[in-house]
């Protein structure tokens, strides 16, 4: 698969914003665990990005990059949104460090 990451985005109105301004990086990433949120869990994880969070500090062991460049993501759902999905590559931290808006319909 392949996303569009922002290093350090705050919410999710800078990820649309750096995506459409081409501001980050296009890249490969392998799925290594995913978790559905209620829409309120989602929704504050999203706004949030850099701030510490519990579900990804649980999760920041798995992520990271491979050798070849590939990003090993986790991704997180909205229960109530079958539209995207947050690509999460916190690279060791406890806070959402890499992060791309995923389209459902490209999954």
């Known amino acids: 698969m392949v996303g569009f ?5 705050t919410s999710r109105a800078e990820l649309l914003e ?4 081409r501001l980050g990086e296009e890249r490969k990433f392998k799925v290594v ?5 209620s829409h309120e ?5 999203i ?8 579900l990804i500090k649980r999760i920041s062991n798995k992520c990271g990059t491979e ?5 090993r993501c986790f991704l997180f759902y909205d ?8 690509a999460v590559n916190s690279e ?3 806070y959402a460090r890499y992060t791309a808006l995923i389209r459902i319909d490209k999954l």
């Open 79 to 86: 229960k109530t949104n079958n539209n995207e999905a947050l």
């Open 33 to 37: 665990g995913k978790k559905t949120l």
């Open 18 to 21: 750096n995506e459409s301004r």
């Open 5 to 9: 990451f922002s290093r350090k985005a």
């Open 67 to 71: 050798k070849n460049g590939t990003a």
């Open 41 to 45: 869990a989602y929704e504050h994880l």
């Open 92 to 94: 060791g931290y406890d």
């Open 47 to 54: 706004q949030n990005l850099l701030e510490d969070n519990e």
